[in-house]
Nanobody
Framework: QLQLVESGGGLVQPGGSLRLSCAVS????????IGWFRQAPGKEREGVSC????????YYADSVKGRFTISRDNAKNTVYLQMNSLKPEDTAVYYC??????????????????WGKGTLVTVSS
């Protein structure tokens, strides 16, 4: 079974930075996209950033454009989310997810197939 393990979450002050990592293991099927999603208290889960397995095309939510950067390290089978200029509204549980179909390019939670357990990011002074 595919396993996705997130790490790097924590408490950071507004304006600070964090780098999230998602380690993928036990994956034998080609997947279309991998990305980061978040769910803040009282809100629905939303796509933050996704990257194609082939070609490296990316998606960013409007709310994070210019602040967050998604990247991959294929040798380590790991995807990262560099988060800069963090805001209190970025506070959420961040999940790594893999999508096995072309629908995953839309970076929508319901179109993703495998999920990690999440890592909590708290932006507060």
């Amino acid at each position: 079974q595919l396993q996705l393990v997130e790490s790097g979450g924590g408490l950071v002050q507004p304006g600070g930075s964090l780098r999230l990592s998602c380690a993928v293991s036990g994956f034998t099927l080609n997947y279309y996209s991998i990305g980061w999603f978040r769910q803040a208290p009282g809100k629905e889960r939303e796509g933050v950033s996704c990257i194609r397995t082939s070609g490296g095309s990316t998606y960013y939510a409007d709310s994070v454009k210019g602040r967050f950067t998604i990247s991959r390290d294929n040798a380590k089978n790991t995807v990262y989310l560099q988060m800069n200029s963090l805001k209190p509204e970025d506070t959420a549980v961040y999940y790594c997810a893999v999508g096995a179909t072309l629908l995953a390019r839309l970076c929508r939670p319901n179109d993703m197939d495998y999920w990690g357990k999440g890592t909590l990011v708290t932006v507060s002074s």
